[in-house]
């Protein structure tokens, strides 16, 4: 058979598959679509989110770690334009952050849009499609960034068939709920709410327990790492793993908020431990990314630094005005080298000032630290702070450490600090401690680093270095001017609420301005 032959054969196959699909109703069998227009696999609980979002006009998912959420959304977001009549379908989607929409969501869409050869062209965060006419284009789908996040935003769309996708519909503000509904008004749309349950509350709990939502719950138990469901290699590498969940079950403990959300799929028990200095639910609210100070030449930057000794790590974290940036560890049994890496870091981050604990052998680091930043000129200030010594504080706090650890809780449950910086094994560094009150005063006591070492599984360095970055001796937030901190407090009347940091109350946050530094803001 000649090429001639080959190729003609091969144009009649092609041009009898395009009057197939033309004949077969994908809208009504997104797993089909799946299979035979985008060329991939979807597993048992992937196609059920494509199933309900074809049969229910709500569908809110809460998943595990790495369960393929953001994949199946983006598969949906495709599969929903592809198979309605051009011209009368629309995807929207959002998410909390810039990266969640462009590199995550949107990046899987164009992947998918490409492979499959799929109508129109597609970008970061839009899709654009030929006119019934031939004649131009229009916009069919787009992904909104965070500085669009009002509910205005959402204004303006309509179209037949609308998907509206809230991915990491955990963390999206409440206005965009609220708009979501307005925007997918009539019988043919649909709503699809896609996320882990790292929250107690909030419009994403609301959904998984209403009855207005088809809820559906991927837990590690429902993957194909533990129910032996046979996928192709490249899908199961991306999931989790037998081995990842057993040893955050080790890592976290079966109790903690994480372990639930993060390989349970479950909505975390809002009293897990009353004793946390900071909770799970806290710190969870708290990861936010705040955008203002990253190219702010006068954010404030201050590092906290928490030396290790006999070879532990030594950690030193940026704090960029409200949020935590860089984060960095070494680990050396030469203290002089370590004063080399941490002033590697000082000067390559532009750090002002330093935090450092000077307990043990940290006393030597920071000395030497400073003399070192004189000789080269730098106008870093090397700050001692002692966590065994007494607090300022005395009849609240026991020593500086537990000082330092509630000024944190109070900038978790305040949300007045940016945690997205952190990890999820630092946050459990950071929610792992506990507290107990130890008189009748109400004077608080964090457990030893030893307790926290053996149930963590390794010393909490990352946390001390982040509360040290964040802590001026004050109970709040350093403020590049500090009573910009206190600027709408009525400094003349009491506090009449219980509060660690007694003193007149600051308007419309629950803590209060500790009365030694009061009376020198009146002065």
């Not at 709990?205 to 939502?213: G, H, M, P, Y």
């Not at 991306?238 to 079950?249: F, M, N, P, V, Y």
Request: hydrophobic share 35%; net charge negative; aromatic share 8%.
């Amino acid at each position: 058979m000649d090429a001639y032959s080959l190729d003609l054969g091969s144009a009649i196959i092609d041009q009898f598959d395009d009057l197939t699909r033309e004949k077969v109703d994908y809208a009504a069998d997104p797993a089909r679509w799946a299979a035979e227009r985008a060329k991939m696999h979807i597993w048992s609980k992937q196609r059920e989110v494509m199933e309900s979002i074809r049969d229910n006009r709500r569908t809110v998912v809460r998943a595990c770690h790495s369960s393929g959420k953001s994949h199946i959304a983006s598969t949906a977001a495709c599969w929903w334009l592809d198979s309605h009549p051009p011209g009368e379908a629309f995807v929207l989607s959002t998410a909390p952050t810039a990266p969640q929409v462009r590199a995550i969501l949107w990046r899987t869409i164009g992947r998918i849009h490409r492979s499959a050869g799929l109508p129109g062209r597609c970008n970061q965060t839009e899709w654009h499609m030929p006119t019934a006419d031939g004649q131009g284009e229009e916009l069919v789908g787009i992904g909104r960034k965070p500085s669009e996040h009002s509910e205005g935003a959402f204004q303006g769309i309509h179209a037949r068939y609308v998907l509206v996708i809230l991915d990491e519909a955990q963390g999206v503000p409440d206005v965009l709920w609220h708009a979501t509904e307005s925007i997918a008004s009539n019988n043919k749309a649909r709503i699809l709410a896609i996320g882990n349950p790292d929250v107690t509350s909030g419009p994403y709990v609301d959904a998984c327990k209403s009855e207005l939502w088809n809820e559906i719950h991927i837990g590690y138990k429902h993957t194909p790492a533990a129910t032996g469901e046979p996928v192709p290699e490249e899908v199961a590498d991306g999931l989790i793993s037998q081995e990842w969940a057993h040893d955050r079950k080790i890592a976290w403990g079966e109790d903690s908020a994480l372990y639930q959300s993060k390989v349970l799929g479950e909505i975390p028990k809002g009293d897990i431990d009353p004793w946390r200095v900071i909770s799970e639910e806290d710190a969870a609210k708290c990861r936010y990314k705040d955008t203002d100070y990253e190219d702010d030449p006068e954010a404030v930057r201050i590092g906290g630094i928490d030396v290790g000794g006999g070879g532990d790590r030594t950690v030193i974290v940026e704090r960029v005005g409200i949020a935590v940036g860089r984060i960095a560890s070494f680990s050396d049994r030469d203290p002089m080298k370590t004063v080399g890496n941490l002033v590697h870091h000082i000067e390559e981050w532009g750090l002002s000032k330093v935090r450092i604990d000077v307990a043990g052998i940290g006393w030597g680091v920071a000395g030497r630290l400073r003399e070192v930043l004189k000789e080269r000129h730098s106008k870093c200030v090397v700050q001692y702070v002692n966590f065994a010594n007494k607090s300022g504080q005395p009849k609240r706090f026991l020593n500086v450490r537990a000082e330092a650890w509630w000024n944190g809780r109070e900038l978790s449950r305040t949300k007045a600090w940016s945690l997205a910086g952190l990890d999820d094994d630092a946050i459990a560094e950071l929610t792992m401690p506990r507290y107990e009150v130890v008189d009748s005063s109400g004077k608080v006591k964090i457990e030893k680093k030893d307790d926290i070492r053996e149930r963590l599984g390794r010393s909490p360095d990352i946390a001390d270095a982040l509360l040290l970055a964040f802590f001026d001796g004050t109970g709040n937030a350093e403020a590049p001017d500090p009573r910009e901190a206190y600027r709408n407090a009525d400094l003349q009347r009491p506090t009449s609420q219980y509060s660690h940091f007694g003193g007149p109350p600051i308007p419309g946050l629950p803590i209060a301005i500790p009365t030694s530094l009061g009376g020198r803001l009146t002065r």
